[in-house]
């Protein structure tokens, strides 16, 4: 896959641009996307710029009957300084991620340098999309599927790397962005288990998900905590990271605490990463990569040491949880500043307007 080789197939007509307040997430694409295929015989194929719109697979084609594929979510931000130019955060992170995924479904590999290039010629020509107000940015998808038309276990024989571009704004329609979460029962329903895929990006592990999403939505909640095991250990909030801000018993010092990444269990989020470091770089408080039980988190609801809850991720950038629901009781959680700093300084870390290392990059 090279980047140099791109054909670029533009549309006859584009679309009119939605109004910003209209934009749902996920749901209004640009007037292009990429597409590369591969195949074991021939390898990767030019990578082509074409007008969004369907694609063509065989019935028997691989993914539909055994989910082997995988997917990224990054953005693209208008730069603050500029707004004619648009600004990557991270994104290094999410190719290294889809290749380890893309590996773990046996799928083919890629150089991740070469297909940023691509994304960066897509996003240069629908960064247009971005509606110029802040908070809105372009959402980018990376999927890679299997296509050979097989009906069989096996390793891929063809692919085809798509990339789709959708402006979007802010994730969570609850007013202020805080949400309700959910305790999902472990004995019910689990999202990961060790030795699976909770770690990768792929398919499987969100479609599972919908029928708890479900009953949270039908308890007026927004996302799902997902516990897991005997000990009803915190996992994820939702599809977003979770993390809890408490004094902690025994020394009451401050602590900043995440599930860590040992058990395979979780994603490494790409803002997961970057809140953990941006964290340990105030050294204010303790920041933990750990194991964290339910109870845990009970007992510091009720003896006042809880001080806040929020998840992150690339959709929400960091969303503060306002409840948790759990056993059909409600555990208020305080809504602190730690969730809306972190907000702002990484937004605008990701619109330039403050710079950290070389987090945002030019597209």
């Not at 641009?17 to 990767?44: C, I, N, Y």
């Not at 025994?250 to 058990?263: A, H, I, N, Q, Y």
């Not at 790409?270 to 941006?278: A, C, F, G, T, Y």
Request: proline share 6%; aromatic share 8%; hydrophobic share 45%.
């Amino acid at each position: 896959m090279q980047a140099a080789d791109i054909i670029l197939k533009r549309a006859r007509t584009l679309k009119p641009h939605p109004p910003a307040e209209a934009l749902e997430f996920g749901k209004t694409f640009t007037d292009h996307m990429l597409t590369v295929d591969w195949s074991r015989q021939k390898g990767w194929g030019r990578p082509e710029i074409v007008p969004f719109g369907p694609i063509t697979l065989q019935p028997s084609a691989n993914c539909l009957h055994y989910a082997t594929e995988c997917f990224e979510g990054m953005k693209a931000h208008r730069d603050a300084r500029d707004s004619a130019r648009y600004l990557l955060f991270r994104p290094e992170l999410n190719m290294a991620r889809l290749q380890e995924a893309a590996q773990r479904l046996v799928l083919p590999a890629f150089d991740g340098q070469e297909l940023l290039q691509c994304i960066r010629a897509l996003v240069r020509l629908e960064g247009h999309w971005i509606p110029e107000r802040a908070g809105y940015a372009l959402y980018i998808r990376p999927t890679l599927l299997a296509t050979n038309a097989a009906i069989g276990v096996a390793p891929a024989e063809e692919a085809r790397l798509l990339v789709l571009a959708s402006p979007v704004g802010p994730y969570f329609g609850t007013g202020g962005g805080a949400v309700r979460l959910l305790a999902s029962d472990p004995g019910r329903f689990v999202r990961a288990w060790p030795g699976g895929t909770g770690q990768y990006k792929i398919g499987a592990n969100y479609g599972p998900t919908v029928y708890a999403q479900q009953e949270a939505a039908r308890e007026g909640c927004q996302q799902v905590l997902w516990l897991f095991g005997a000990e009803e250990a915190l996992t994820e909030a939702g599809t977003m990271n979770c993390f809890v801000l408490w004094r902690r018993k025994g020394d009451g010092r401050v602590e900043l605490v995440t599930p860590g990444l040992e058990t395979q269990l979780i994603l490494a989020g790409v803002v997961r990463r970057s809140v953990l470091e941006l964290a340990r770089t105030w050294g204010e408080f303790v920041v933990s990569e750990r194991h964290v039980r339910m109870a845990e988190l009970l007992d510091a609801q009720r003896e006042g040491r809880l001080l806040e809850m929020f998840g992150t991720g690339t959709a929400c950038v960091v969303a503060p949880v306002s409840a948790v629901r759990y056993r059909g009781r409600d555990y208020a959680v305080p809504l602190g500043a730690l969730a809306g700093r972190l907000f702002t300084q990484l937004q605008q870390i990701q619109t330039g307007v403050q710079g950290h290392a070389d987090w945002a990059v030019p597209a």
